[in-house]
């Protein structure tokens, strides 16, 4: 299909491991494809191999009608034919250059009156009108992250692919730039990659996320089908979290908000700029389960539903709850016979304020399917 990436690919590093990756996404509408594992998982391997970086022993890549790599048919476009922006996560950002002089880096071959044109064209896209003499050392984080991304979508690439791009940022600027960087991608309408380990950049900016660990590719799908329902438990263990449900901010004050998931109200730290439409987050070892009747903790959220199984992970157990929507809790095999946990028996689900992490999201985001 001339509308959709294919990749198929594996490179080895003699003494460490072997990164394979087989995925497909489609290109209409643009989406944002998430690489999710941790450090050593060969996140950035593919990436380069998709960049023309690094040459894979075999492999295949199409993007569109375009075939980039072919190890059988000899075909290997180098990367300036595979017209991809780059990002990386320490922004390579020359300091002597100015803003201006950063975006047009890239444009060498254009003629001035179209390299003048567009650098116009993204530093108002962009919002870095009135910088354009400014260096690098004199911009914010978030300026900075403006210029690296205008740099990259300057030269109108058929792929933008971002490393990490927003780990150089300390933790209050990464998280007001996630919702940024998100809508930015959105506008720029241009196929994405985005590398991360932090599961909240992968909620808040993926449309797809394919999960890597050790050099495989673990399981692929939207980020939320893949948090909440991982295949097994290596996918479970990389994830982290496993609860992970939509929900709609209903109301803000004093530094908590009302969210409504699936007909149930919770109470959750944090503003009305996280929404209205979030990702309510709650890890299993965070919900403390309770006989239907009794109180036995201080935490605002209860929520009554029924036990849909147990499963065992050694010394613990697993309880798979139905309370309107699915959720999980971790306790000890004694809890599990003083609560009386068996498949169909009515249980209390509590949850402090404090253990539900929300994370904004796009309401009019479309997932896809791998």
């Given amino acids: 299909m001339a509308s959709e990436m294919i990749v198929d690919l594996a490179k080895s590093f003699p003494g460490r491991l072997t990164v394979e990756a087989q995925f497909r996404i489609a290109l209409e509408p643009p989406r944002v494809l998430i690489l999710f594992g941790p450090s050593g998982a060969g996140k950035t391997t593919v990436l380069r191999c998709l960049a023309g970086l690094e040459w894979p022993e075999r492999g295949f890549i199409r993007v569109g009608p375009q075939v980039w790599l072919d190890t059988v048919s000899g075909i290997r476009r180098s990367p300036q034919e595979r017209e991809i922006g780059c990002m990386f996560q320490e922004y390579a950002l020359f300091p002597t250059h100015s803003v201006e002089g950063n975006i047009a880096f890239g444009l060498g071959s254009l003629p001035a009156i179209e390299r003048k044109r567009r650098v116009r064209e993204v530093t108002a896209l962009l919002q870095l009108t009135g910088m354009e003499d400014q260096r690098p050392g004199e911009l914010s984080g978030g300026q900075q992250q403006r210029v690296a991304l205008a740099r990259a979508v300057a030269r109108r690439p058929r792929l933008l692919i971002l490393d990490e791009p927003l780990s ?136 009554t539903g029924t036990v849909r199984e147990v499963s065992s992970m050694g010394a613990l157990l697993r309880v798979g709850i139905d309370c309107g929507f699915s959720l999980s809790a971790i306790v000890t095999r004694s809890a599990m016979e003083d609560l009386h946990l068996v498949s169909g028996a009515p249980v209390v689900a509590a949850v402090k304020t404090g253990a539900i992490h929300l994370v904004p999201r796009q309401s009019s985001r479309t997932s896809v399917t791998a």
Avoid: Y
């Avoid at 993926?206 to 999960?211: K, L, P, S």
């Avoid at 709609?248 to 009305?272: C, F, P, W």
């Avoid at 239907?292 to 929520?303: F, I």
């Fill in 168 to 303: 150089a940022l300390d933790l209050p600027t990464r998280v007001k730039l996630r919702g940024e960087l998100r809508n930015l991608l959105g506008q720029l309408g241009i196929p994405s990659l985005v590398v991360t380990h932090d599961w909240e950049e992968a909620l808040a900016l993926g449309d797809q996320m394919a999960v890597m660990k050790a050099g495989r590719l673990l399981q692929m799908g939207a980020p939320q089908q893949v948090f909440s329902q991982p295949k097994d438990a290596e996918v479970a263990k990389v994830v982290g979290i496993e609860t992970v449900i939509p929900g709609r901010i209903l109301e803000s004050a004093n530094g908590l908000v009302t969210v409504e998931v699936a007909g149930a109200q919770l109470l959750a730290v944090g503003t009305e700029e996280l929404g209205p439409e979030v990702f309510v987050c709650i890890r299993a070892e965070d919900v403390i389960l309770e006989t239907v009747g009794t109180a036995a903790t201080s935490a605002r959220n209860r929520l």
